[in-house]
């Protein structure tokens, strides 16, 4: 055989995320941090500045690995997270991806009538995508099984939200106008959206990811019955679709709504293996809302990164004894690493997660 084989998923040194994800025991919490990868660590600012833009880190291979590795030599992360973007499928269906010095996304070509979803296909992961799928395999090759790999897409809704606004928003006014006024328009292209993100997970899946998580961002912002109509009942047909077996080891799939702590139940029922929390709801109630039916991740409000180690420490004790005895439980922020946030309080936070969790596991 010419090609290296990748570590089979069950030669991993350290499983305790996949583990806490299936509610197997675990010695100590798994933590590991959303956007970990980022412009508050001074070597990827280097390494951005190398590739020229972020989309050009993105595509490739080489240096959206070394990214990914970055907060793994410093910290003593439990899992890694591809380094790649969300906005990745809208770009691969032709909208046209830039972003501005100093601002948010951008799309040049924004979804703006039923005609310009009607023009839009289901990119082809190993076509339009393959800079996506050519980083899981380079980045599970360097891991060589140390932690695993996470696999990640942006939700229906939330992709939705950029392509119709043309960027980042606060009021979502364009998008809900489709909503409420022209909803099947709506509603076909979250169908196109949710088969790109199902065959844009299996494709990661099916090189190397050995989990995967669909970020929410803005489900938060529908009301209950639009939540469901928009977001959730599209998330559940992904769910669906995904390969949940991969490698002699389940693909625990992880579902985050920013701002969903009133629809945990709901979340819990499309069938995931966990539900991301933000840092506005207690871990307590949501571990008795959903009993023992998915594990929980998060969720500590990013901004206590700031703080001092020792507050730092009484948060994470706080959340560690809100959880309770007992696995299923990931520890992340509610939310992304802020930028400016001194990268030695993420390691008091991730060293405090591994030492005070101990006790629950015994
Ligand atoms: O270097 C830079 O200036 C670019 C900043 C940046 C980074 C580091 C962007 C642009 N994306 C990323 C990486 C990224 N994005 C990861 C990497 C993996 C890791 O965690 O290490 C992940 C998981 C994402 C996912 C993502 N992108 C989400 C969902 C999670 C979340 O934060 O809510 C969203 C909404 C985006 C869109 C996006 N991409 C970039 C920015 C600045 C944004 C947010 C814009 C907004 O607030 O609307």
Not at 98 to 116: L, R, T
């Amino acid at each position: 055989m010419s090609q290296q084989p990748t570590t089979p998923t069950s030669e991993l040194k350290n499983d305790r995320y996949l583990r806490a994800l299936s509610k197997q025991p675990v010695d100590a919490t798994p933590v590991w941090m959303m956007r970990q990868a980022g412009r508050y660590l001074p070597e990827y600012k280097a390494t951005r500045a190398q590739a020229g833009d972020f989309m050009s880190l993105c595509r490739n291979a080489e240096l959206a690995c070394e990214v990914t590795m970055q907060p793994l030599r410093r910290f003593d992360l439990d899992a890694a997270i591809l380094f790649s973007d969300i906005l990745t499928i809208p770009d691969a269906m032709g909208l046209g991806l830039y972003f501005e010095a100093g601002e948010g996304p951008k799309f040049s070509n924004p979804i703006q009538s039923q005609a310009d979803v009607d023009k839009i296909g289901i990119p082809d992961p190993e076509g339009e995508l393959q800079y996506v799928m050519n980083a899981v395999r380079t980045i599970r090759k360097e891991l060589k099984g140390e932690v695993p790999l996470i696999g990640f897409s942006g939700s229906p809704w939330t992709l939705a939200t950029y392509m119709i606004e043309g960027g980042s928003s606060k009021a979502f006014t364009k998008i809900k106008k489709m909503a409420f006024a022209q909803p099947a328009v709506l509603h076909k292209l979250m169908e196109k959206l949710a088969d790109s993100v199902t065959s844009y997970l299996n494709a990661q899946i099916a090189a190397g990811a050995q989990s995967v998580m669909i970020f929410d961002t803005w489900g938060g912002v529908l009301s209950p019955r639009d939540y469901n109509e928009f977001s959730l009942q599209y998330m559940a047909r992904i769910v669906d679709g995904l390969t949940r077996h991969n490698d002699g080891r389940k693909v625990p799939v992880t579902l985050f709504t920013k701002n969903g702590g009133m629809w945990l139940e709901d979340i819990a029922a499309t069938g995931c293996d966990a539900v991301g929390l933000d840092w506005t709801i207690n871990i307590d109630e949501a571990r008795r809302r959903i009993g023992d039916k998915v594990a929980l991740q998060g969720n500590m409000d990013p901004s206590m990164l700031y703080a001092s180690p020792q507050r730092i420490e009484q948060e994470v004790a706080d959340i560690l004894a809100s959880y309770g005895q007992g696995s299923g439980h990931v520890f992340n922020l509610g939310h992304g690493i802020h930028l400016d946030v001194p990268p030695e309080n993420a390691g008091v936070f991730i060293d405090a997660v591994h030492r005070l969790s101990r006790p629950y596991h015994r």
